[in-house]
């Protein structure tokens, strides 16, 4: 699903794809893996390492504490985007991490290029070792979370792939 989200008069595109408890949040494009639970009045959001905590009150919502003012604007269910040209087939959105932290040495793919499964992505320098980080799968590359020369945490998405 894709919507306009207006934050206290700030503009946000924001892009959800999946389904609670687990799913991916592109907001003004850059990608965010999160888990979501209901917990009485409150939702309980974990993105990465971090916990956040939201109460919603009509346009009201309340995150970590911190009342906001909340619009959401143009709603678009994710099945009329993600139905396209190809019909209504299921699209797999996949986030490529690195299985530790490190130095990115060299980034070989771009946002919109085709990838095959083991093609690789990255190249991870970790202990004195380089790593390729490779396609999990035949994909399209919806976009590239690093550089090269960035030092990296090991929750860190490298790409965010889509396939189908």
Known sequence: MRFRLVVDGEVHEVEVDGAPPSFVVRVDGAAYRAKASRDKDEISVRIGPKRHRIAVRGRQVTVDGIPSEVQAEGFEPA???????????????????????????????????????????????????????AAPAEAVVKSVGVREGESIAGDRVIAVLEGR
């Open 79 to 133: 099945s009329s985007a993600a139905a396209g040209v190809e019909g209504s087939r299921p699209v797999t959105v996949l986030e490529v991490r690195p299985p530790m932290p490190g130095r990115i040495v060299k980034v070989v793919v771009a946002a919109g290029d085709h990838v095959k499964r083991g093609q690789t992505l990255a190249v991870l320098e970790a202990m004195k070792m380089q790593n390729e980080i």
